[in-house]
């Protein structure tokens, strides 16, 4: 295992390196679409010119909102936005293991370097950390490593290696997920806590504990039992929403607060005061069925290929058994062995895969779409599952390595040079 281990942080890395010399090259080529670069990194000076030219093409679209936060703080109502884990960590690593280099690089430059090397160390973390959860989950050594060779050919590559919270969030979504495999629960509401000040997403991941232990429930304990289960769920649950709730309560001291000195907002007074719900409403027009217009059908084309993907994973695992769905896995309809994908194990993966897929569909940008996906274990399993011969819904090898591939380097291209999808 450690062996294998080794060969996926090897093969990560790989691919951050590939990820990093097309996107170079691909910005030499081609102009940028937009110009802002130049508004975080100067390039007065030939040293600055290529400063930006090896390490800007990863700093477009959100990752200016990171860098100016790790910079200045949170200085507009919309930054919050963007949750506060990376530019803590950009500004912790450009003063710290940086430092040295602040001789000849400026204080911008130093935390784009940081947060470049977060992202990428991370997203080897993470394809690791998947490869460890498969193991335990499963028991499946070949297909864990499959399912991580996958990983690091994920189509949203480039924003993995990008100043964006993706690969920070995902190493840390796989970690608490390893630790509830194995029944480390508390450590996986910890780890779940610290995921959720990067991104919101990491609250959901407290129906794990609800499965494990609630619906899970040995119907036949003590009320005593069941009791103490209930209480430890609460705490639990808990826990792993701290970070959310905490990175709620700072918005709501900056604004809302008898101390604070600026204007009181409107969202101050509403139950519950939550500045990420008001932000994502009013600046960045997220709501229900939103972005169903016909100027947004280009971003659901480009969102098509992760869509039909998963709505194909999610059906082929419901119709394999609908008898163990509709028992919430108390039961089953068969008991003949199975491909990994479609194991009893993978169903709470599942549900959170459909839980991501609706609220995409109906609420999200629907272009961010694959990289928000990133943080899904089931997708990068039903993916390795094409490869399992003979499965239900398996076979599908081709069309799965060419969105992978193709749509990984067009993406490294687009985003190199400034063009959306960001």
Request: contains cysteine; charged residues 10%.
């Amino acid at each position: 295992m450690s062996s294998r281990i080794s060969t996926v942080a090897y093969y990560a890395s790989l691919s951050r390196l590939a990820i990093w010399v097309v996107a170079v090259v691909s910005h030499a080529l081609i102009q940028d679409y937009d110009s802002s670069l130049e508004l975080v990194l100067p390039i007065q000076t030939p040293s600055q010119q290529l400063f930006k030219s090896v390490f800007g093409v990863f700093l477009r679209w959100d990752s200016f909102y990171f860098t100016h936060t790790a910079k200045n703080g949170y200085a507009f109502e919309q930054a919050h936005a963007f949750f506060p884990l990376l530019s803590i960590l950009m500004r912790l690593i450009a003063s710290t293991v940086l430092a040295p280099l602040s001789v000849l690089l400026q204080d911008e430059q130093l935390l784009v370097m940081a947060g470049i090397l977060i992202a990428n160390v991370s997203f080897v973390v993470a394809s690791v950390q998947l490869y460890r959860l498969t193991v335990v989950l499963f028991g499946h050594e070949r297909f864990a490593f499959l399912s991580a060779i996958l990983y690091t050919l994920t189509p949203s590559g480039i924003f993995m290696s990008a100043i964006y919270a993706e690969s920070l969030f995902a190493s840390l979504s796989f970690t608490g997920m390893l630790f509830a495999a194995r029944k480390q629960y508390l450590l996986a509401a910890i780890t779940w806590g610290i995921s959720s000040t990067a991104r919101s997403n990491g609250i959901l991941y407290a129906g794990f504990f609800v499965y494990d232990l609630v619906v899970r429930m040995d119907l036949h304990s003590s009320i005593v039992t069941k009791i103490t289960t209930l209480l430890k769920v609460i705490c639990l649950i808990l826990t792993s929403w701290s970070g959310f709730l905490a990175v709620q309560f700072y918005g709501y001291s900056l604004y809302c607060s008898g101390t604070s000195t600026l204007e009181l907002r409107p969202w101050c007074n509403r139950v519950p005061p939550s500045i990420y719900t008001f932000v994502q409403d009013f600046y960045w027009n997220v709501g229900f069925l939103r972005y169903y217009e016909l100027k947004q059908i280009p971003n659901f084309l480009m969102a098509a290929p992760m869509i039909t993907l998963s709505a194909s994973g999610i059906f082929f695992y419901v119709i394999h058994d609908q008898k163990r769905i509709l028992s919430l896995g108390r039961s089953s309809a068969t008991d003949k062995p199975v491909s990994p994908f479609l194991s009893l194990a993978t169903l709470p993966y599942v549900v959170l895969w459909g839980v991501f897929l609706l609220s995409a569909v109906t609420t999200m940008h629907i272009q961010v779409i694959t990289r928000a996906f990133s943080c899904l274990p089931p997708v990068y399993w039903f993916a390795a599952h094409q490869f399992q011969e003979g499965a239900l819904g398996s076979g599908r090898t081709w069309p799965v390595s060419t969105f992978f591939v193709m749509y990984g380097l067009i993406g490294v291209v687009l985003f190199a040079n400034f063009f959306p999808p960001a």
